[in-house]
């Protein structure tokens, strides 16, 4: 007899059981197995929100440059298309206060998009197949939006306004996580991803215009993230609930591109660039 999967715990069960035998919840019925099924074939098995994220990153970049018309190697092309696209100009948050989800998005340049993209498939595969994908998007939206919120009050404090975006945060809030849930776990490979900080942010401070209050936003918050999640006891029954989030969070993470699209910012900003001949 076929066996199927809880998505609740990971229990194997016969195909006619309708409650799982280890963590008792219901088991999906045939039109949500369906849906199942055409997420899978769509991303994967492994590591199917990560490889979401990359997606959208990539498309987002791919439709910024065909609308700006020119390809930048490093730098922001014109700014009216990063604001369009969800970028930060500090200003603005106040009244847009999505774009401190939307900048994660948006990238400057090939370089800037390539090596970004590089380390979240490394740090979001590790993430995600370690702690499921529910709290993978939890720690990569919330240290995202952590990092942003804290470059931003780093700015307003030395009183100078910023243009910022992309996933940077994010990433130091994935390499804070797996910090804390090693260290927690007493295992000496979390020194490893330790390193791995140094080398994230000696790249960005070679390659890229650094936000350097975004990254240690982001990994100051994903390390006791990290530390909690290990401590978790019977994670497997929170499963459900961290999946209801992260299709929140996911939905939240359109809607906010949305937004910006919306916005008359980008408009301003784009009258303003032809009125320069740009």
């Not at 197995?33 to 994967?44: F, I, N, Y």
Request: aromatic fraction near 12%; proline fraction near 5%.
């Amino acid at each position: 007899m076929p066996a199927r999967v809880c998505p609740h715990c990971g229990a194997l069960n016969s195909s006619d059981e309708r409650r799982c035998t280890r963590c008792q919840r219901s088991l999906p019925g045939p039109l949500l197995a369906s849906v199942g099924k055409l997420w899978t074939a769509a991303l994967g098995k492994e590591a199917p929100l990560t490889r979401l994220y990359v997606g959208l990153c990539v498309v987002v970049f791919v439709l910024m440059t065909l609308a700006s018309g020119k390809l930048e190697m490093l730098g922001a092309g014109r700014p009216s298309e990063a604001l369009r696209w969800g970028a930060i100009f500090t200003p603005l948050l106040a009244a847009e206060p999505w774009r401190y989800l939307s900048a994660a998005f948006v990238h400057f340049g090939v370089l800037h998009v390539g090596f970004n993209m590089m380390a979240l498939s490394d740090l979001g595969r590790a993430t995600e197949q370690r702690l499921g994908s529910g709290r993978f998007v939890l720690i990569f939206i919330g240290t995202s939006v952590a990092g942003f919120a804290g470059s931003h009050l780093w700015y307003e404090l030395r009183g100078q306004p910023a243009f910022t975006a992309g996933a940077s945060a994010g990433l130091f809030g994935l390499i804070g996580v797996l910090v804390g849930y090693l260290y927690a776990a007493k295992d000496p490979a979390w020194k490893q991803f330790l390193l791995r900080v140094v080398i994230y942010a000696a790249i960005f401070a070679v390659a890229f215009p650094v936000n350097n209050a975004a990254h240690i936003g982001g990994f100051l918050t994903g390390a006791p993230l990290g530390y909690a999640f290990y401590k978790e006891a019977r994670p497997w029954q929170r499963n459900a609930g961290f999946a209801l989030v992260a299709a929140v969070l996911v939905l939240a993470s359109f809607a906010s591109i949305a937004l910006s699209h919306a916005s008359p910012a980008w408009q301003q900003e784009r009258a303003r660039e032809i009125a320069r001949g740009r």
